[in-house]
């Protein structure tokens, strides 16, 4: 609490951010856009790892979070055609209510009830975009009239920007007092309750904070993107990339999760010419780190020794 | 005023009904202990109070406002606090961390600690003795330090009420001295202290008063001298009058050995929960280990089993069974029918006796079976009832009837008497007593209950602290420990 932000980690996160800022000058549009999309994971991974690692809930469905917001903003943005500003706002604050009432009842249940229920939360939203197909596009997708912007590189400087803007304020609240509050809450609920600790309410909390990110990247993305279809946003699929990505990068250090989303979407990448092989050692890869270093890829690095 | 005041509690667990109609008063500056064996529901009503579980009746009054049916973090912001038995602390946190943890607001706005918070962490640190490992984690801390750290966050707010469960469990000799201490300190600052214990040894120099529980209900409520002076009090931890019926003495010493253990220690994390225990059993000889609950009896067993680490050496007949895995001790022949009776709940009887019998060619499992419906008659005529259905009493012959389905060499008994009306005992320790007779089987059994260990014990190890401190044979346990035991 005291050291939320370490000399070291400091110097180390000023250094990503220079050399992420100027990477555009060299690389190409295709790189650019490998990586814009990966920032946006990157930010889905530290979301869910609020919920995993801190509050000890394991959410199997951050695409319905991300889906709301996603979808929410085409929609409106092809009925009404409001600025993309808006169209974002309006998307995060969708995935911010559909994630509350989702989170309302679900936090009553115990034990791997959670994750059930947001697994269906995820099929649900699915079919309802494949029934309302006319407006949604169903499993085509839909597109978007508006985009952010066609130049790659500011569409990478958007997604880095907001990368950087969501890890300093994710990993300052996972540090924080109320960051402790959940991870007592998540580690032993009865004894956080008895030391007086509303734990209901910080968890729903930390379930609204990680909706809201998710609702903005997955809206964001849209635009990002210029369309908007389930097999990009919602599948299942993806929800389990974005997991993996946060087990991978060491889970309940934020940090960790958004390096490991990135290396996924980056790998993905330059492991394509592989075909399909391609998922088959992405996936071998992941399930050795997870066998052999559960704390991830960085957890050794940022999480505080806990022997020492 | 009383600080506390607890009337008419109930809590029901579907049909078992846990607390029956217990109420008491606290006052500041007292120290109260409930006492009462395992499962007799004392850590239920601990668990009322604090709110953790809702009572069916009664009510519960915190300086006269009722406090039932709120939800236990405003029990605890209204003043009080909770030293659980076993915790999950911050383990990325330091001690100092740990501790300003319970100072924080409950509040999703404050990002930092209010100013001072820091302070009053040293200062509670230090009022439990744990200024010297402030920036230490808690995985690197000694087992006693653990519990101070648990006892400072429950009286970092100042509560009213300290409820402490189990507070000497796990501790050696001066640690419960040094905890004791802590808990006078406590009284002396005015606050109320409950304690729930298993061991009335434990908390008779420490408590003002005493309620001792039995199967949910108040057995006795009084000073400490007449709590242990009451007869059901005696009656429920001892059994009544002692007996013995040992067989021949000196044929038990002339067994080979079946199983020696030599030795052996224990460590749960940092508790020790048995230190060096030697003991052997004969072939064919019934052993008793008696000691209170937490003495390390079930420790021992589950050591024997395989089922825990352990230093020393544990070797059946000539085979040392260190690093085989439990199965292929019980395969060997060693059969442990535990405390928790381990039934297959939603499982018929006749299908759990099955199961058991599982490894036995068809002819032999039947023969088997005929011989158990024999040694527990009532199992015979509940054959297609459900498990879960079954009363205590018939559920412990199910557990014991499954394991000696499995032919063993050696039977282990852990409790089979735990939490069963006197009636029930009385069954069981018939069954015991013919199984004794027309079997050659080796049994070692662990109890608290003195009354129903002794009548079938050829020999009798007491367990006390996680040593063994006595051996012999039952007549001079009799003699000897019969005033000395609680």
């Given amino acids: 609490m005291t050291r939320a932000f370490n000399r070291r980690l400091l110097i180390a996160g000023a250094i990503f951010v220079l050399v992420a800022t100027v990477l555009p000058l060299w690389l190409s549009a295709y790189v650019l856009g490998v990586l814009t999309t990966a920032y946006y994971f990157g930010v889905f991974s530290m979301s869910w790892d609020l919920l995993f690692g801190f509050a000890g809930e394991v959410n199997f469905g951050p695409t319905f979070l991300i889906g709301l917001g996603a979808y929410t903003a085409a929609l409106l943005d092809n009925a009404y055609h409001p600025p993309v500003v808006v169209?974002?706002?309006?998307?995060?604050?969708?995935a911010l209510v559909g994630g509350v009432l989702l989170a309302l009842p679900a936090l009553r249940l115990r034990g791997p009830y959670f994750g059930l229920v947001t697994l269906v939360a995820v099929l649900l939203l699915q079919n309802a975009i494949v029934i309302f197909a006319r407006f949604t596009g169903g499993e085509i997708g839909m597109t978007v009239p508006d985009v952010m912007t066609i130049d790659p590189k500011l569409n990478y400087w958007y997604a880095l920007a907001f990368f950087v803007v969501s890890a300093i304020l994710l990993y300052g609240l996972s540090r924080s007092a109320v960051g402790?509050?959940?991870?007592?809450?998540?580690?032993?609920?009865?004894?956080?309750?008895?030391?007086?600790?509303?734990?209901?309410?910080?968890?729903?909390?930390?379930?609204?904070?990680?909706?809201?990110?998710?609702?903005?990247?997955?809206?964001?993305?849209?635009?990002?993107?210029?369309?908007?279809?389930?097999?990009?946003?919602?599948?299942?699929?993806?929800?389990?990339?974005?997991?993996?990505?946060?087990?991978?990068?060491?889970?309940?250090?934020?940090?960790?999760?958004?390096?490991?989303?990135?290396?996924?979407?980056?790998?993905?990448?330059?492991?394509?010419?592989?075909?399909?092989?391609?998922?088959?050692?992405?996936?071998?890869?992941?399930?050795?780190?997870?066998?052999?270093?559960?704390?991830?890829?960085l957890g050794h690095v940022l999480r505080p020794r806990e022997n020492a | 005023m009383s600080a506390l005041e607890a009337r008419g509690l109930v809590k029901r667990y579907g049909g078992l009904v846990a607390v029956n109609d217990i109420g008491f008063d606290l006052r500041s500056g007292e120290i109260l202990g409930l006492i009462g064996p395992n499962g007799s529901g004392k850590s239920t009503v601990m668990k009322l109070v604090m709110g953790?579980?809702?009572?069916?009746?009664?009510?519960?009054?915190?300086?006269?406002?009722?406090?039932?049916?709120?939800?236990?973090?405003?029990?605890?912001?209204?003043?009080?606090?909770?030293?659980?038995?076993?915790s999950r602390p911050l383990h990325r946190q330091t001690v100092l961390e740990n501790i300003k943890l319970a100072l924080l607001p409950d509040s999703l706005l404050r990002l930092t600690a209010m100013a001072g918070v820091d302070d009053r962490a040293r200062e509670i640190a230090c009022a439990v003795g744990l200024s010297d490992v402030l920036h230490r984690?808690?995985?690197?801390?000694?087992?006693?330090?653990?519990?101070?750290?648990?006892?400072?966050?429950?009286?970092?707010?100042?509560?009213?009420?300290?409820?402490?469960?189990e507070p000497f469990a796990g501790l050696t000799g001066t640690e419960v001295e040094a905890f004791s201490e802590l808990i006078r300190d406590l009284r002396a600052q005015e606050h109320a202290v409950l304690l729930v214990d298993h061991n009335v040894k434990s908390v008779a120099a420490l408590a003002d008063r005493v309620l001792a529980m039995y199967l949910g209900q108040e057995v006795a409520t009084g000073t400490v001298d007449e709590?242990?002076?009451?007869?059901?009090?005696?009656?429920?931890?001892?059994?009544?009058?002692?007996?013995?019926?040992?067989?021949?003495?000196?044929?038990?010493?002339?067994?080979?050995?079946?199983?020696?253990?030599?030795?052996?220690?224990?460590?749960?994390?940092?508790?020790?929960?048995?230190?060096?225990?030697?003991?052997?059993?004969?072939?064919?000889?019934?052993?008793?280990?008696?000691?209170?609950?937490?003495?390390?009896?079930?420790?021992?067993?589950?050591?024997?089993?395989?089922?825990?680490?352990?230093?020393?050496?544990?070797?059946?007949?000539?085979?040392?069974?260190?690093?085989?895995?439990?199965?292929?001790?019980?395969?060997?022949?060693?059969?442990?029918?535990?405390?928790?009776?381990?039934?297959?709940?939603?499982?018929?009887?006749?299908?759990?006796?099955?199961?058991?019998?599982?490894?036995?060619?068809?002819?032999?499992?039947?023969?088997?079976?005929?011989?158990?419906?024999?040694?527990?008659?009532?199992?015979?005529?509940?054959?297609?009832?459900?498990a879960r259905t079954l009363s205590g009493g018939e559920q412990q012959m199910l557990a014991i009837a499954r394991a000696l389905m499995m032919r063993p060499k050696l039977l282990i008994l852990d409790e089979p008497t735990l939490g069963l009306a006197p009636v029930i005992l009385e069954q069981l320790s018939k069954a015991l007593e013919r199984l004794r007779a027309t079997t050659p089987i080796t049994v070692l059994l662990g109890e608290q209950n003195v009354t129903f260990a002794l009548p079938h014990a050829d020999r009798v190890y007491l367990l006390e602290h996680s040593r063994v401190v006595w051996e012999g044979e039952p007549a001079e346990f009799a003699a000897v420990m019969g005033e000395g035991y609680l």
């Fill in chain 2, 52 to 86: 953790i579980e809702r009572p069916d009746a009664g009510s519960v009054k915190l300086d006269g406002v009722e406090t039932v049916g709120w939800p236990s973090y405003r029990i605890a912001r209204a003043g009080v606090g909770i030293v659980f038995q076993h």
């Fill in chain 2, 137 to 165: 984690h808690p995985a690197t801390l000694p087992f006693a330090d653990l519990r101070r750290m648990e006892m400072a966050k429950a009286i970092a707010r100042d509560p009213k009420v300290v409820l402490i469960d």
């Fill in chain 2, 227 to 386: 709590v242990m002076r009451n007869e059901t009090v005696r009656r429920v931890y001892l059994g009544g009058t002692l007996e013995v019926a040992q067989r021949n003495g000196a044929a038990a010493q002339a067994r080979p050995s079946l199983l020696r253990v030599e030795d052996v220690s224990v460590f749960y994390g940092k508790a020790q929960a048995l230190e060096r225990v030697d003991l052997h059993v004969g072939e064919g000889e019934f052993v008793s280990v008696v000691g209170l609950n937490g003495a390390g009896k079930t420790t021992l067993f589950n050591a024997i089993s395989g089922l825990v680490p352990y230093a020393g050496t544990i070797a059946f007949g000539d085979r040392p069974l260190t690093g085989c895995t439990p199965a292929s001790i019980a395969r060997d022949g060693i059969v442990q029918c535990p405390e928790s009776r381990q039934l297959f709940a939603d499982m018929t009887v006749r299908e759990n006796l099955d199961l058991g019998g599982q490894h036995l060619p068809a002819d032999a499992r039947a023969e088997q079976l005929a011989w158990l419906f024999e040694l527990f008659p009532i199992l015979e005529s509940r054959q297609n009832q459900v």
């Fill in chain 1, 180 to 297: 402790l509050i959940l991870q007592a809450s998540g580690q032993d609920a009865v004894e956080a309750q008895a030391l007086g600790f509303n734990v209901t309410k910080h968890k729903l909390a930390a379930f609204s904070v990680s909706a809201l990110f998710s609702g903005v990247a997955g809206a964001m993305l849209v635009f990002y993107m210029g369309a908007a279809s389930v097999g990009t946003i919602i599948d299942i699929g993806i929800g389990v990339q974005i997991i993996i990505g946060a087990v991978l990068g060491g889970r309940r250090t934020i940090l960790g999760p958004a390096v490991g989303a990135i290396f996924l979407v980056v790998a993905a990448e330059v492991l394509r010419p592989l075909g399909q092989l391609n998922t088959f050692i992405v996936a071998g890869v992941a399930l050795a780190v997870i066998l052999f270093f559960p704390d991830g890829l």
């Fill in chain 1, 87 to 94: 169209c974002i706002a309006v998307g995060a604050l969708a």
